[in-house]
């Protein structure tokens, strides 16, 4: 096999991602068809079989959508997380269960994601968030990513609800916070899914070499940090990673 199709959502996260499986393909002499658009259309896509390899799934909670008969799952790059942070890393604040007792030290409304609305819900059920006056305000994606960057600058410290990998992580400034009632999900694996047919149509070497790829959160975050921030191209940024140019060893 010399060509195959390759897609990812539209999303620097997991373009990022592909970024670092389209240099391994090339390295074998494939030169992978792009493509990329909404999860949902790509979830089509992929159930009718005309997508090689989707990068990459987050299961088994977050795309388990993507899932279907003869769909299989090859690697596990790195483990996203939901988190629930606080703005300023010097906190006197450390989890999610002492915040309705120090919510006057916090803004009170929550700049929330759409992707995570329903887990930051769970959040404020789970902790009588709502009742110590807390309340959700959930954005776009990306307009909610650039409220949360902004507001590491306030003198009000704010909780930042973010999936982890994010380039706000490597960016620093946050605190974790601990989620004792795990409100906000368990860890997630990334994992790479194949149509039907497509192991036997590669070579061993390079499913093994995919299979045994190890990214991390920690790797991710920076590269995303690198195309957002420094301007970087998601090849660039996978180039400069695999070079040990873009984390301190």
Not at 101 to 111: D, K, L
Not at 157 to 176: A, D
Not at 194 to 217: K, P, Q
Request: overall charge negative; charged content about 25%; proline content about 6%.
């Amino acid at each position: 096999m010399t060509s195959l199709t390759l897609a990812y959502p539209d999303s620097t996260i997991h373009e990022a991602t592909a970024a670092t499986i389209i240099r391994v393909l090339e390295a074998n002499d494939i030169e992978p068809e792009i493509v990329t658009g909404p999860k949902e259309a790509l979830a089509d896509l992929l159930h009718k079989g005309e997508i090689d390899i989707y990068v990459a799934a987050w299961l088994p909670e977050e795309d388990a959508s993507l899932l279907s008969p003869g769909i299989t799952q090859l690697g596990n790059l790195f483990r996203p997380e939901a988190c629930c942070c606080i703005s300023d890393e010097n906190s006197p604040i450390t989890s999610l269960a002492e915040l309705a007792q120090n919510g006057a030290a916090v803004s009170r409304t929550i700049i929330t994601p759409q992707s995570l609305e329903k887990r930051m819900q769970h959040v404020l059920d789970a902790y009588s968030l709502a009742d110590a006056g807390f309340t959700l305000e959930v954005l776009p994606d990306e307009a909610a990513l650039a409220r949360l960057n902004a507001a590491l600058a306030a003198d009000t410290p704010s909780l930042m609800p973010l999936f982890q990998p994010c380039f706000l992580f490597h960016q620093g400034g946050l605190r974790i916070l601990n989620d004792p009632k795990k409100a906000m999900g368990e860890e997630q694996e990334a994992t790479l899914l194949l149509r039907a047919g497509v192991r036997d149509e590669l070579e061993t070497d390079l499913l093994d070499e995919l299979d045994e790829l190890m990214l991390s959160a920690k790797i991710i975050s920076a590269m995303d940090y690198a195309m957002r921030v420094e301007g970087m191209s998601a090849d660039e940024a996978a180039e400069a990673w695999q070079r040990g140019k873009l984390l301190p060893r």
